[in-house]
């Protein structure tokens, strides 16, 4: 279980953090513009973003994990895995946030990204509660999941 949390904070981290700073460096402050007057082009600036974004996941993802490990939560040798993992879900969801980023004409546009898709996964991915616990129509839905499965 708590593998599962250490990957939902670093999705978070790498999600929540991506959308709104990214919004405000390329919308509300124009930092992007600043930075694209150097020899450097619109691509390098978003791997930037996207590698940053997935290294803070692993971070936190790696954090959490440690903390578990140090009040004995978990023993098992298999928690290493953890740390490539962490890095695979931020890269997957950094992704997903710029790319929501790119399509937000405010910040308003995260409140229904956030509510209707990233919320619901992390409620159905077995964060909280285990889905064996669910109806069967909704284990379907988590399955389908990214999350679920990390």
Known sequence: ?????????????????????????????????????????????????WIWAASKSLLS????????????????WTMVFIVPLALLIGLAFAGMGLVMTAFAKSYDFFTYWFTLVLTPQMLLCGVFFPISGLPGWVQAIASSLPLTHA
């Open 61 to 76: 993802g790696t954090a959490i994990l440690l903390v578990a490990i140090a009040l004995g939560l978990s023993q098992s």
């Open 1 to 49: 279980m708590s593998v599962v949390r250490a990957l939902v904070a670093g999705r978070w981290v790498a999600v929540w953090r991506r959308n709104y700073l990214v919004w405000r460096k390329l919308a509300a402050v124009s930092i992007w513009e600043g930075i694209l007057a150097a020899p450097v082009g619109l691509e390098d600036v978003v791997l930037a973003e």
